[in-house]
């Protein structure tokens, strides 16, 4: 879309948002509906395209992306005609006989940026919640996945009218701030890294717009002395090697007790093979590096330890195996910033201390796992660490489950969604207060002389 139509664009979004088409609950259930008809139709386009993007195989997409998504229009499907309802609320003695509920009120013209790792799903599980909550959406797809970026214009633009819904395609770093600068939209939905969201948080300070910034974080993953060594090995190594270890909940380093570490490397080892053979660049279920940036990026980390497991990639390719490495040199980058890769560092610790010391040099991870068949272990870690969301003897598998909201904290992000919780994200909660004219007590009026001791009692 060329930035000279962007504000005209834009406007008719207002308007149409203004006209008031988006509020009856009738027409979103119809959008919903019309949404689900155009995914199962575009399905096979959809997983063809991100396999040319990130080499996903079809049930992988289904799991992590279209099957995700259908599962969020259904949830909404089910729920949306209860939620819609005004909410009752109790009212306080001074406001008595008034009655107080709280309507759910669309938020007005949104705005969703999304990421590559997932391209679709990052970008259509958020506008799920908004035509569900009764919004008019600008989606912004990342430019890093044109394939599936095309797939989803395809979409977009066959079954909503662009007044409504409109896909604007484009550089980030430039039609994002152009969008923001010209026009005030009533929230703005980011996924993507901080250094961007910091971007984004401040662009949207200047007009007071509120956020959602789902970002990353280096996510620990800490498996206790008293684990179960080839459980935890099998769900740590399923979602670190999925999409080649690009997913914002992936496991991002293993801390291991000393006493289970090899056990542990060796059972890693085992479940690699497993899961991808020991050729993993033919293996259908293993995915490709985005491109040469992110490649060039993670293949230093390599130098920074000793490899135990994988460390074959070809740059042609954007190939990286399955990595595993330990131990990692003192102040080494792998340990600095989220490796986004197929890489996973495994360290020792000796106690909780001291694995607790190395997870809080890295505050607010997006998410942590424990690995433990303690209780006491599990309420120290869960009641000392600020994290986003997390799992006990499981990984990234929280993502999945909708009732439960997702999101981070502080740096690893602001607000959260899926399932009804995104409905919330994306509606003003309107609190009415609503008041009977048959009682109006004077005591309410001036003049209060003498009424403290009566406002002392009712007041409290
Ligand atoms: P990305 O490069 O796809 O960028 C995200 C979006 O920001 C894109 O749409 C892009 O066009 C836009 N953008 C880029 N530069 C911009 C700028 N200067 N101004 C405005 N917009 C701009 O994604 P990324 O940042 O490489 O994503 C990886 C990060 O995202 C990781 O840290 C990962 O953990 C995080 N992530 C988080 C979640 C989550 O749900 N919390 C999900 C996926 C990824």
């Not at 394939?147 to 430039?174: C, D």
């Amino acid at each position: 879309m060329p930035n000279g139509a962007l504000p005209d664009q834009l406007s008719s979004l207002r308007i149409f948002y203004d006209s008031g088409a988006t509020r009856p609950y009738r027409f979103r259930k119809k959008q919903l509906q019309q949404l689900r008809r155009s995914l199962l139709y575009h399905e096979q386009a959809l997983h063809q395209a991100l396999y040319t993007d990130l080499k996903k195989s079809p049930e992988e997409s289904w799991v992590t992306e279209t099957g995700f998504v259908l599962s969020e229009i259904s949830t909404a499907l089910k729920g949306l005609e209860r939620w819609v309802q005004p909410q009752k609320f109790r009212t306080n003695l001074v406001n008595l006989p008034s009655t107080s509920f709280v309507l759910r009120e669309p938020l007005g013209v949104v705005l969703i940026i999304g990421a590559w790792n997932y391209p679709f799903q990052l970008l259509f599980a958020p506008l799920v919640g908004a035509i569900a909550a009764g919004n008019c959406v600008v989606l912004k797809p990342s430019e890093l996945a044109p394939a599936t970026t095309a797939v989803m214009k395809r979409i977009i633009t066959e079954i909503f009218p662009p007044n409504y819904i409109l896909l604007a395609e484009g550089e980030g770093a430039v039609i994002v701030p152009a969008m923001m600068e010209q026009f005030r939209f009533d929230h703005v939905f980011y996924t993507g890294g901080a250094g961007v969201g910091k971007l984004i948080y401040k662009m949207a300070a200047e007009k007071l717009v509120p956020v959602t910034l789902e970002l990353g974080g280096k996510s620990p993953c800490i498996v206790e002395a008293d684990a179960n060594i080839s459980m935890a090995a099998r769900r740590i190594a399923v979602t670190k090697f999925s999409n080649a270890g690009q997913i914002c909940v992936a496991p991002d380093y293993v801390l291991v007790h000393h006493s289970r570490k090899n056990e542990l490397v060796k059972a890693l080892q085992k479940k690699i093979h497993a899961f991808y053979s020991d050729d993993p660049y033919h293996n259908y279920n293993y995915g490709k590096i985005v491109n040469e940036k992110q490649f060039d990026r993670l293949v230093k980390y390599l130098s920074e330890g000793s490899i135990v497991q994988g460390g074959a990639h070809d740059r042609e390719k954007l190939f990286i195996a399955p990595t595993i490495m330990e131990n990692i040199t003192a102040n080494a980058e792998v340990m600095k910033d989220e490796i986004f890769g197929p890489i996973l560092p495994v360290i020792p610790f000796n106690t909780m201390e001291e694995a607790m010391t190395i997870v809080r040099q890295h505050p607010e991870p997006l998410a942590l796992y424990l690995f433990t068949r303690s209780k006491k272990k599990e309420r120290a870690w869960l009641g000392s660490i600020p994290f986003g969301g997390g799992c006990v003897n499981n990984t990234s598998w929280h993502f999945t489950n909708n009732y439960l909201p997702f999101g981070g904290r502080g740096a690893s992000g602001i607000g959260y969604y899926h399932g009804r919780h995104s409905f919330e994200t994306f509606s003003h909660h309107k609190s009415i207060m609503k008041t009977p004219g048959w009682f109006d007590p004077a005591v309410k009026y001036p003049p209060f002389k003498g009424k403290l001791k009566l406002f002392k009692w009712i007041i409290r």
